[in-house]
Every structure is written in structure tokens, then in C-alpha cells.
Antibody, heavy 119, light 109 residues
Framework: QVQLQESGPGLVKPSGTLSLTCAVSGGSISDNYWWSWVRQSPGKGLAWIGEIYRSGTTNYNPSLKSRVTISGDESKNLVSLTVNSVTAADTAVYFC????????????WGQGTMVTVSP | EIVLTQSPGTLSLSPGERATLSCRTSQSLRSRDLAWYQQKPGQAPRLLIYGASIRATGIPDRFSGSASGTDFTLTISRLEPEDFAVYYCQQYGSFPMYTFGQGTNLEIK
């Protein structure tokens, strides 16, 4: 059974860089799946950040594209997220999620990791 | 960008009652590109329905989804205590882009 586990610093300073990893167990990131990052600001709804396929092809939310990079490390079975020039608006719970095969929905999610942007 | 509008914002019902949640899209959307999720406090979203009407693995059959034009509906036929949560619809469109509705809070009356 595939499981996802996000990890990374819980506190990032304004104008700094947010870096998170998503460890995939029970499957491989090189399998035939897309992998996404989704975030949820405190008390708010869900926002898609971007996706990656087989550590190569990526797509990003246009509103974040200039600041976001998603990458994959097949040797470590990790999907990573980097967000540059963060502000308080980037404070959120960050989830990684796997896309259900052949459909545009997310069937497996990590438990999420809270990131606070503060001096 | 397709905007999803969920209604009502809050729905107060009792266990055993039927819940009807709505998600309206601002533009035409293929049914295959609409999904529903359940989220409980402190937890990740859980996929309930994809392709507008296909139940995800392990989802009880009291959950059903339907579509009519730009109106999508999630129905819970008979509420169980564990069903009280926030529900989100999600669409895929304007490749590549996923967006979520603002959520419906289903609370115990």
C-alpha cells in the first residue's frame, strides 16, 4: 500500500526558501503516476501548487510558477518542493498527493506538514 | 480559470438524514474532471468520488455523485456520525490546472 510522508522545516523566514520532501513508500515515483503538491492556508481551502511525472515533466499553478520548483529523486524515492521568496501568504499545511491513474483526482495523500513563514 | 462555487457553506443535519451538497462550475466541465473529497480536522483530504460519479476504493455506497450541465451534486443518503466533516469539490481544467471549491461544512444539528 502506497504511503506518502511530507517533511521539512516548520518555520521559514520571510524572503527565504521553503523546501519540503515527500517520501513515497510502497511504490516508486517512477511508476506511471503524477505526483502533486497541494497546500491549505490556515482556516482556508485547498490550492494546487504543481505536479511532476516520473521525475521529469512538471506543471505548475500559474499563480506560483515563478517561485516554485518540483523535482523527483528516484534513488531516494522522494518528490521535493521548493518555494522561493516566501511571504506570510505562504504559511500553510503542505500536502503531497498521488494522482489516480487515468483520472484527474488525487487518491492518496500524505498527512501534511505545517510551514509557518515568520521572522 | 474555472471557478467552483459550493453551496451551502454550512449544512446542519442529523444522523440518519440525507445530505445534498452542490458544486457549480463557472464554465462547462467534462464530468470526468470533477472529484469530491472529505476532510476532517487535522487530516488530509480523502477522495470520495471521481469522474463525477465513481466512488473511490473503500467508499461506502451511501456516497454518490451526479452531474447535470454545470451543476454537480454529492449526496450522502443516510448520514453516519463519521460523515460530519468539510467536503470539497475539485476540477481539472484549463490544462494544466486543478482548482478546489471553497468547501461545505457538514455539521451535526
Amino acid at each position: 500500500q502506497v504511503q506518502l510522508q511530507e517533511s521539512g522545516p516548520g518555520l521559514v523566514k520571510p524572503s527565504g526558501t521553503l523546501s519540503l520532501t515527500c517520501a513515497v513508500s510502497g511504490g516508486s515515483i517512477s511508476d506511471n503516476y503524477w505526483w502533486s503538491w497541494v497546500r491549505q492556508s490556515p482556516g482556508k481551502g485547498l490550492a494546487w501548487i504543481g505536479e511532476i511525472y516520473r521525475s521529469g515533466t512538471t506543471n505548475y499553478n500559474p499563480s506560483l510558477k515563478s517561485r516554485v520548483t518540483i523535482s523527483g529523486d528516484e534513488s531516494k524515492n522522494l518528490v521535493s518542493l521548493t518555494v522561493n521568496s516566501v511571504t506570510a501568504a505562504d504559511t500553510a499545511v503542505y500536502f503531497c498527493a498521488r494522482h489516480i491513474t487515468g483520472w484527474n483526482a488525487f487518491d492518496i495523500w500524505g498527512q501534511g506538514t505545517m510551514v509557518t513563514v515568520s521572522p | 480559470e474555472i471557478v467552483l462555487t459550493q453551496s451551502p457553506g454550512t449544512l446542519s443535519l442529523s444522523p440518519g438524514e440525507r445530505a445534498t451538497l452542490s458544486c457549480r462550475t463557472s464554465q462547462s466541465l467534462r464530468s470526468r474532471d470533477l472529484a469530491w473529497y472529505q476532510q476532517k480536522p487535522g487530516q488530509a483530504p480523502r477522495l470520495l468520488i471521481y469522474g463525477a460519479s465513481i466512488r473511490a476504493t473503500g467508499i461506502p455506497d451511501r456516497f454518490s455523485g451526479s452531474a447535470s450541465g454545470t451543476d454537480f451534486t454529492l449526496t450522502i443518503s443516510r448520514l453516519e456520525p463519521e460523515d460530519f466533516a468539510v467536503y470539497y469539490c475539485q476540477q481539472y481544467g484549463s490544462f494544466p490546472m486543478y482548482t478546489f471549491g471553497q468547501g461545505t461544512n457538514l455539521e451535526i444539528k
